[in-house]
């Protein structure tokens, strides 16, 4: 089965800082990749994701991430962090065997401080 | 626009009484699931629901049923709610297919007392 791993439960950064978030991935298949923000009481919401081409995937409001096969991870960045960019995120892959079940990491807390 | 909306945001209970979650999507979605967020425990799936008329258990099933009423609608169902299920759940859907992405609803916190 697939499974991916967050390695930091919280993650603070100064506002204007760069920031990494980091997730590894297991899967011994073709990967799709997702990256999802859930900001203060809402719901999650997608980010980014990679289903194939260009290793690099960019978001609207300036996140990152790329995929690396050989370190099976998907780190998402962003050069500069805002206040608003507070919220959890979230690293997701479907499922395998024609389930296609989403298996979510268990989040990391991005706090940005002024 | 509503997306995928649930129904009640808030609720408490007294250990042992029933309460049903609702959730309907507009967006003709295939696949719908119902997670509970703990903290530190990221996102755990109770049920899911591929397709209409079908359903499955997900990690943590245990004190939950599920009704998959039509294609838009997929309730989740504590029969005797125990303080353990204190959560914050949430429903969302996809097309199924594993490349698209996952909606959700804004969430319903419910309190066991």
């Known amino acids: 089965a697939q499974s991916v791993t967050q390695l930091d439960s919280q993650v603070p950064v100064f506002e204007e800082a760069p920031v990494e978030l980091r997730c590894n991935y297991s899967?011994?298949?073709?990967?799709?990749l997702f990256w999802y923000v859930q900001y203060p009481n809402q719901g999650l919401q997608l980010l980014l994701k990679?289903?194939?081409?260009?290793?690099l995937v960019e978001s609207i409001n300036g996140f990152e991430a790329e995929f690396n096969k050989s370190q099976t991870s998907f780190h998402l960045r962003k050069p500069s962090v805002h206040i608003s960019d507070t919220a959890e995120y979230f690293c997701?892959?479907?499922?395998?065997?024609?389930?296609?079940?989403?298996?979510f990491g268990r989040g990391t807390s991005l706090i940005v401080h002024p | 626009n509503a997306g995928v909306t649930q129904t009640p945001k808030f609720q408490v209970l007294k250990t042992g009484q029933s309460m049903t979650l609702q959730c309907a999507q507009d967006?003709?979605?295939?696949?719908m699931y119902w997670y509970r967020q703990d903290p530190g425990m990221g996102l755990r799936l109770i049920y899911y629901?591929?397709?209409?008329?079908?359903?499955d258990k997900g990690e943590v099933p245990n004190g939950y049923n599920v009704s998959r009423l039509n294609k838009r609608e997929f309730s989740l169902r504590l029969e005797s709610a125990a303080p353990s299920q204190t959560s914050v759940y949430f429903c969302?859907?996809?097309?199924?297919?594993?490349?698209?992405?996952?909606?959700f609803g804004e969430g319903s916190r419910l309190t066991v007392l």
């Open positions: 969302a859907s996809s097309e199924g297919d594993g490349t698209g992405e996952l909606f």
């Open positions: 899967s011994s298949v073709s990967v799709y």
């Open positions: 990679y289903l194939s081409g260009s290793t």
């Open positions: 997701a892959v479907p499922g395998s065997g024609g389930s296609y079940i989403p298996t």
């Open positions: 967006m003709n979605h295939n696949s």
């Open positions: 629901s591929a397709s209409e008329g079908t359903t």
